[in-house]
């Protein structure tokens, strides 16, 4: 899809539509939030980075494995974030116009809340992989003192990851069916 690069005169909104649409900036607020919770995220991650650097010659192999998948997931929410506040501020809020900048993400130009929906739900269930990854890699302490997961845990977080499954192909197929019909 593709905007019109032509500037169409300003329309004339009554005070109702005015204050209606006006309204979208109220979510401004919210993506500031989004920003200064990727902040702490980026203090996680380099908190949990400094961990693993300094431990690397105690750590066994499992361990850091499960530091570098805690990384991994910090990243794909992170990534997540930037997802939701770009693509959302520009749907729901105001353009950013960055058409023609070197750094546009290339999936900006055609994002739409059904795209965004899509998207969003495809990071989740990436972020649910790691975490199930990380379960799976610990599910050999089952039954040990020191274990951190039950065998029921890895049964619901099984459940719950094709839960999040399921409902992503019922969102990306209902969002192909109204494309089809436009």
């Not at 204050?19 to 607020?29: A, E, N």
């Not at 929410?77 to 974030?81: A, D, F, K, M, R």
């Given at each position: 899809m593709?905007?019109?690069?032509?500037?169409?005169?300003p329309v004339r909104l009554g005070l109702i539509a005015q204050?209606?649409?006006?309204?979208?900036?109220?979510?401004?607020?919210l993506y500031v939030g989004l920003?200064?919770?990727?902040?702490?995220?980026?203090?996680?991650?380099?908190?949990?980075l400094v961990h693993l650097v300094t431990h690397a010659g105690d750590f066994t192999e499992q361990q850091i494995m499960l530091v570098v998948l805690g990384l991994i997931d910090v990243v794909m929410?992170?990534?997540?974030?930037v997802m939701v506040i770009v693509g959302g501020y520009e749907t729901f809020v105001s353009r950013l116009r960055l058409h023609g900048h070197p750094d546009q993400p290339e999936w900006l130009s055609h994002v739409n809340a059904g795209v965004l929906k899509v998207k969003l739900a495809m990071a989740i269930i990436g972020i649910s992989s790691i975490h199930l990854l990380r379960t799976f890699i610990e599910a050999s302490r089952i039954g040990l003192p020191n274990a951190t997961v039950t065998s029921e845990s890895v049964m619901w977080q099984t459940i719950i990851h094709m839960?999040?499954?399921?409902?992503?192909?019922?969102?990306?197929y209902v969002d192909r069916m109204t494309q089809t019909r436009h």
């Open positions: 593709q905007r019109d690069t032509q500037a169409a005169p204050l209606i649409f006006g309204s979208r900036w109220l979510q401004f607020p920003i200064v919770a990727q902040a702490v995220y980026v203090f996680l991650f380099l908190k949990e929410i992170s990534n997540l974030l839960a999040f499954i399921v409902s992503a192909i019922g969102i990306a």
